[in-house]
Structure formats: C-alpha cells, structure tokens
C-alpha cells in the first residue's frame, strides 16, 4: 500500500528513471557495438576478410565462428596445426586419449582382437624366453613347459579379460585405470608403464640387431648392430605412426612368415639331433628355478595387460563379452605356448652340444637360432629365415610404441594438447637413440631392468580385479565414462597408492635377479627362487582391500 506523498512524487521518479535507462542502453549498444566489431577483427586475424564489416549481423558472426570450432583450438600452436592436418592427411588415427565415440567403435572383428595378440607373441622375444629355462634355469624340457603352461595361462587372462573393457567402456586402459587404481595411482602407473613401453622397445630391438648382425657374418658384410636398429625401429614406426586400424591389419598378417619360421627350427632340432629332454630333478634349488623361471613367463603374457583396452576400444559395446573373452584367450596362448616350447627344445642344444653354447654365451639368441638354421645347417635360406625371425620384433614393438602414445598423455591433462602421432614419432627416436649404444655397452643392464619392471604387473591385477569385482561388483555401468577427466569425480587414490607401495617391498623381499636377491627369495634353493610376483601380488591385495573401504566412507569415490 503506497502512501499519497510516495504517489504525488510518482511523475518525478518516472521522468529520471526513463533518463537513466535511456543512458544505460545508449551504453550498452556502444559496448555491444564494440563487441561485435571485436569479434570480427578477431576473426578476420584468422582468416582474411571472413566477414564484411558494414553488414554483417550478430548472427553472421555466431554462425561463423560455430562453424569454426572444430578449427579454433589448433590455432595457438600452427605448427602442431599442421602436422596434424599432415598425419590426417595420410589417414593416420587422430584420436587420443578421450573415451571413443559411439559412432566410431566399428570394428566389429574378434579376428582383429585375437591376431593383435597373435602376432605380437609369435616373435623372437617370446622364443628368447623359452631357451632360459632349459639354458640357464637347468630344467629338463618337460619340466620348463608345465612352467610355460602354468605361468602364461595365469598371465594372459588378465590381458583377456581387461580386453573386455575397453569394448564396453572405449576408455584406453591408463585412462580405464583412473576408476579402477584412482586418479593419483593411475598417473603414477602412466609413468611406470611409458617406461615400460620403451624399455622393452629398446630389449627387443638390441636382440633383433644382434640377429641381424650374425647373418653374413664371415663374410665381412653383414649388418652392424646400429644398422640393425635402425631397421627394426624404422619399420615400426611405418606401422605404429597410422594408429589403430593399420596396426591391427599388420598384425593380422605378420604372424605368417614367423610360424614358418618356427616350423624350420622344428625341423632342424629334429634333424640335427642336438635335443634331448634331459634329467627329471627334484629339490629345493629345482624348486626355486622353477619360480625363477616362472616368474619370468609371467611377466612376459601380464605385460600386455596395461595395454589391453587399447586394442578394443573401437570395438561396439554390443560385443559379446564371452566371445571377447575366448578369442583374446586363444589368441594369446597359442604363439605363447609355441614360441616358448620351441625355444625350450633349442636350450637343450646349448647343454649338450659345445659350438651352440659358445654362440648362445657370446651372442645370445641370435648366435643359438644361427647355429640351428645357419651353421652346418640350412646356410643361405638359414640367414634368410634369420632375417624374418629378427623382422618378427617389429609385431612386438608396436603395441609398445602406440600404447606408450596413450600412456604418456595420461600422466598429466596438458600433455593430451599434442597429437598421438607426434609421441609415437618421438617414442621411436628415444628407442632407436638408447638400442645403439645399448648394443654396444649395456645389454645385460637393460635386461636385468626390463625383468625388474615387469613385477609392477601382479600389483596392477590385484588392485584393479579387486575394485571392479568387490566394489563395483562387476558391473560396467557403475562406471561414469563422462567423469573420465574430472579429478572431483574421480577415486582419489589412497588405496590404490599404499597397495602399490606396499606391494613393492614385498616384491623386493621376494625377487632373485643377478644384481639383487630379497631376504625371502634367496631362502628357496641354492641359487634362490623369485616369488616377487607373487608376494606383490597377496600383499597388495591384502593393503588395497583394507584401505579402499575407508577411502569409500570418507571420501565418497
């Protein structure tokens, strides 16, 4: 209710209020005016004379510069601008990190999924871890392949099974690991799994190089070791630069010419009569090779479980889940088991015969698989079958040189602003540039590395199976894709940190390498046997599970 002196001022008030909203919207259409004229200087900085000044409307500029957002967030760096427009040019993937789209997941090939892993198994490396268990960990070849058997089926379902996720939730698996090991654990692991990538890069290329270089070898042409390098790196990067669709339409194939391969080293095992099964043996020290040598087979199939999402994220998630499951199982075992089964059989020829050991001791694989195929043997198809058995590295160095793409981006957000073509490229100059000297001057180093990395593995299983099966109860829709990249959304890690840290020093009392041997392992046996795997595994487990529920009630993710 207004009082009469309110109404007899009534007039007034209406005269300086229209004055006043006269004034402001005389400033507003400047300021609007200013705004629009900024808007199309910006962008005609970008692109001559895009707009007429004189006539175009605010809706010419709202029109324009929406169709020129896909553009816009490329301009503050033209020269990444460009090479990316170049990659895409040549049809290379453009994706990174970010969850795939719905409307790209098109592979619906379980072939695809199962020959990935096919071929990159069915390659020098696997064969090299064969011979140690007959060569070096003394056991009979009966022995060495129930420990091929046991030890990769327990390795390669992890790598099955995670192949699962990335069907269902088109995360790649660092990103896939933020909800399963939390966000701070799962950068920590980023790290640890780019060194992962390279370091085996790096192993794989110096034993293909060593290969390379025994062939033509007393002739006084053959191939030096760098030249070796450069070969098995250049040809990775020819497939690991195009990304997804051209890695899997490599892998589909390459196995081929390797099971050849394998199938003549078969023959003139047979035929040379240097294999034998050897002595059954019992005891403690059997007993430690046996978890020695395992530990090693298990972390040979495990190591491709940080990569397996990687390799099915285009797949639809209308996907059978058993089939993936199944196809991935097959694909694994198979080369697994025959790769490392020939190799077996080729240690028992360093035992018993004199000249393949001398060879084996000075050039490792590559001087055991020449004196099969080469020496007294085959000779020049020998050398080629050599030449294509040390080609067979490039299957495996792939998936290390795509997903090291995918891993070193998931360490920190701004690192996703540059292109995966570009960490591809610079992953393969970093192999190429530590393999030469490498060859030279640390090859044993590099090795004892390799198998001292791989005990991350077992931690990284029991941690992950551990949160999807006890707390998301199994379930892919507990997973919210869309929080991905949200650090408030995401568990923070405290479990997932202490299970990794206590993990580890028990993975330190139970390891037996040559330069250390844990205060547990070097009980078992004479010459100790590793239990790392293990003990990182059971201790983890056990931290993570106790914490998580804590990290759950107080936290809230």
Known sequence: MYSSESSSQSPQLKDETKVTLEYQLD?????????????????????????????????????????????????????????????????????????IPDE??????????????????????????????????????????????????????????????????SMRQMILSRFLIGNVTARIYSIINTIACGGWGIVNTVAAAQLLNMVNIGSGHNAPLWAGCLII??????????????????????????????????????????????PWTGGRTTAGNVLTFGCTVYGFAAGWTTYAA????????????????????????????????????SGTGVIKNTDWAD?????????LTYAILVKDSLH?????????????????????????????????????????????????????????????????????????IGYYLSIYVAMSLSEHFIYRKGRFESYVVEDWNNPKKLPIGYAGTAGLIVGAFGVALGMVQGYWKGEIGRLIGENGGDIGFELGLSWSFIIYNIIRPFELKYCGR
């Open 27 to 99: 400033e507003y259409d400047e300021y609007s005016n200013n705004l629009h004229q900024r808007d199309i200087k910006k962008i005609n900085s970008m692109n001559k004379n895009s707009i007429d000044i004189e006539s175009a409307t605010n809706d010419d500029i709202e029109s324009y510069l929406s169709k020129q957002s896909g553009e816009a967030a490329v301009f503050e760096d033209t020269k990444i601008n460009w090479f990316t427009k170049f990659a895409a040019s040549l049809d290379a993937e453009g994706n990174g990190i970010e969850p």
């Open 380 to 452: 020049g198809f020998g050398q080629f079958c050599c030449v294509l058995l040390a080609m067979s590295t490039v299957s495996n160095n792939i998936p290390n040189m795509y997903t090291i793409s995918m891993s070193v981006p998931a360490i920190w957000s701004k690192l996703n602003k540059i292109p995966r073509v570009i960490w591809t490229l610079a992953a393969n100059a970093v192999v190429l540039g530590i393999s030469i000297p490498a060859c030279y001057y640390f090859t044993e180093f590099m090795q004892y590395f390799m198998d001292s």
């Open 104 to 169: 790209q997941k098109t592979d619906s090939s379980l072939i695809n999924a199962a020959s990935m892993w096919f071929s990159a198994n069915m390659v020098l490396p696997s064969y090299s871890l064969g011979i140690l268990g007959t060569a070096v960990y003394g056991l009979n070849f009966g022995q060495a392949a129930m420990v091929i058997i046991f030890f990769n089926i327990m390795g390669l379902l992890s790598v099955a099974y995670f192949s699962i996720f990335g069907a269902q939730l």
């Open 310 to 345: 990687d390799y099915t994220v285009y797949m639809p998630k209308s996907t059978n889940k058993y089939k993936i499951f199944f196809s991935l199982v097959a694909g694994l075992a198979f080369p697994l088991f025959f790769t490392q089964l020939i190799g077996a059989a």
């Open 233 to 278: 790196v250049g040809a990775t990067v020819m497939v690991s630069f195009f990304g997804y669709r051209v890695i899997h339409v490599y892998e589909k194939y390459s196995w081929i010419p390797n099971f050849a391969v394998f199938l003549v080293i078969i023959a003139r095992l047979k035929k040379s009569g240097q294999y034998e099964e050897g």
């Open 359 to 367: 060879l084996y001791n000075k050039n490792g694989t590559g001087g």
